[in-house]
């Protein structure tokens, strides 16, 4: 298989397991638009755009476990991590789907989902979740 060929099969299947695993949730928060919008853009990005997620979405999990080490939601260093969950989120969505109000939709869906809590639980410590929550709240306020 040649290398685009696989990049365009990682692509896909990183988008059917996020239907999989949340399509139904987001469908009904987001409405099916909002959805597809997010799925043709994951699928039409370059390798570029690919990686460029992919290292944000790691360095957010370092910044959290920085940010956490702080103790405030409102630090410099919680700011930051902040401004790169927004990066990725408007990375993962396309241009003109970012909102703040959506993103704090998001923040909150974090909380009522045991998936987004214990993934960013296992990547940064207990309690990650709800710290990267509340800085979210305090930047996007």
Known sequence: MSEKRAFEALKNEKVSVNERTYGKEARERWGDDAVDAANDRLRSASREEWD??????EAINEQLV???????????????????????IQGHWGAGRYTPEAHRGLAQMYLADDRFRAYYDDAAGEGATEFLVKALESYLS
Request: no cysteine.
């Open 66 to 88: 920085l940010a956490m080490a702080t103790g405030d939601p409102a630090s410099e260093e919680s700011e930051e991590l902040a401004r790169m969950h927004a990066r990725w």
């Open 52 to 57: 460029d997620l992919e290292q944000l979405g």
